[in-house]
């Protein structure tokens, strides 16, 4: 009987916080395997919503999914690197279930700037078209949870519990918890942690190219390239007709250009602080460790001109966050 050769390396989150850079990294070194196919989201298993169903491209079925690794050859590692892993709790235990001696590796950002870059991403991808505070509140009220059927925008930064998660199905000598911030100022030293962290030999992790920051923010050419990039046809064309590279390279140089980001409104920033602060600080708990790499939108906003008052109250209310922590496992099956 053929032994089932399942992933054991997981890049599971945070969405928008370096998981591609990695992904491009690590596929280079010569003892790690990483399909084609970035996202299978496999043990996410995504129902998306109508309206967001030709947004999310995922593999549903095992069969599917263990062809991805047919030609991992000996390698020791395997590697998925889908960032819906980190919220979903049913992915963690799926995982879990069929791979207990997995490594998992965690990358985290500044929780206001990840939500900005995700909601910008949206944007400019023609899947949401409300002003960011908006899409916020809209987001963050909506009953209705999930990988493809809302954004997300809040639940995915709150990183406490979903590390503790992990730590508590694997331990803590199988989770790496990384941050963005490190591997923009010091790629090398963050791959030669990995290094260790997997028992492969270093050496190979310094002739990695790392010059290129992937999947930075560019901006749609125009309304015309929002409206194609948000298209079923489009997307069906560039995500399951074309090679995937080449419809990666047409959105990215044919459909984007460079141009600076846009200025976060300070509105926003006040709402995610009112539910990031605590949070951060049982984070820092839970690490063993300041984290003020994941506090550079506070540092921002404290040199600026004072955000006007939003007319709410504190919304990190324990049994309102718990809510939406407990409604991980229902919506996302």
Request: a neutral charge.
């Amino acid at each position: 009987m053929t032994k089932v050769l399942w992933p054991n390396l997981f890049i599971v989150g945070a969405v928008k916080s370096g998981t591609t850079s990695l992904y491009a990294y690590l596929r280079q070194h010569p003892d790690i395997f990483f399909p084609e196919m970035k996202e299978p989201h496999f043990f996410a298993q995504p129902a998306p919503s109508p309206e967001q169903r030709h947004l999310i491209t995922f593999v549903g079925d095992q069969a599917g999914y263990l062809r991805l690794y047919e030609r991992s050859g000996d390698r020791r590692w395997r590697g998925d690197a889908s960032p819906s892993y980190l919220w979903s709790a049913p992915a963690a235990a799926r995982i879990a279930e069929v791979a207990p001696e997995a490594r998992i590796i965690i990358i985290l950002r500044d929780p206001i700037e990840r939500a900005y870059a995700q909601y910008l991403m949206d944007y400019s991808e023609g899947a949401i078209d409300r002003p960011f505070f908006e899409a916020l509140q809209h987001d963050w009220e909506r009953p209705d949870k999930g990988w493809g059927v809302s954004q997300l925008y809040v639940e995915l930064g709150l990183y406490t519990g979903q590390i503790q998660r992990y730590r508590a199905l694997f331990g803590g000598d199988q989770v790496l918890v990384l941050l963005l911030e490190d591997l923009k100022k010091d790629a090398r030293g963050v791959l030669t942690r990995i290094a260790h962290f997997l028992d492969i030999p270093e050496g190979p992790m310094a002739m990695i190219d790392t010059a290129e920051a992937h999947n930075r923010y560019k901006q749609p050419k125009g309304q015309w390239a929002r409206w194609l990039a948000g298209h079923p046809v489009s997307r069906f064309l560039g995500e399951r007709v074309m090679p995937r590279r080449l419809g990666e390279y047409i959105w990215e140089h044919w459909m984007q250009k460079d141009a600076p980001k846009p200025p976060i409104d300070a509105r926003a920033v006040a709402y995610l602080q009112s539910i990031y602060g605590p949070e951060l600080v049982a984070l820092e708990t839970e690490l063993g460790r300041p984290l003020p790499e994941l506090r550079r939108s506070w540092a921002a906003a404290s040199h600026a001109a004072s955000p006007p008052d939003v007319g709410i109250a504190p919304i990190h209310r324990a049994a309102d966050v718990a809510t939406r922590v407990q409604t991980e496992g229902a919506v996302d099956r």
